[in-house]
């Protein structure tokens, strides 16, 4: 099973970005998006249900950014708009064996395989 996340950058603030998660060898119950921006503890982002596309959001990037998947091609997307500079992070990617509910989507500890990360830096 590999992650692999892709779409960081570089960008001005106020532009988007769009991350990708391909997941090879078989289809997840949730997947999800965290960030660890230099010198903080790794937070979540933003997850997403594979059955039903319901999803989670942090307040920190509700009505910014969209996750959503793509079943053909067993990927994810981030849509990262209105990009801050406080959104500079590594992002990373996981995927959890299970179907969680949606308030416990934000868990770290519930995801079982984890991306090799993409780092994405907004400049001001």
């Known amino acids: 099973v590999q992650l692999q996340a892709s779409g960081g950058g570089l960008v001005q603030a106020g532009g988007s970005l769009r991350l990708s998660c391909a997941a090879s060898?078989?289809?997840?119950?949730?997947y999800g998006w965290f960030r660890q921006a230099p010198g903080k503890e790794r937070e979540f982002v933003a997850a997403i249900r594979w059955n039903d596309r319901h999803t989670k959001y942090a307040d920190s990037v509700k009505g910014r950014f969209t996750i959503s998947r793509d079943s053909a091609k067993n990927t994810v997307h981030l849509q990262m708009n209105s990009l801050s500079t406080e959104d500079t992070a590594v992002y990373y990617c996981a995927a959890g064996s299970r179907t969680w509910i949606v308030g416990a989507m934000g868990q770290q500890n519930l995801y079982d395989y984890w991306g090799q990360g993409t780092l994405v830096t907004v400049s001001s």
């Open positions: 060898g078989r289809t997840f119950g949730t």
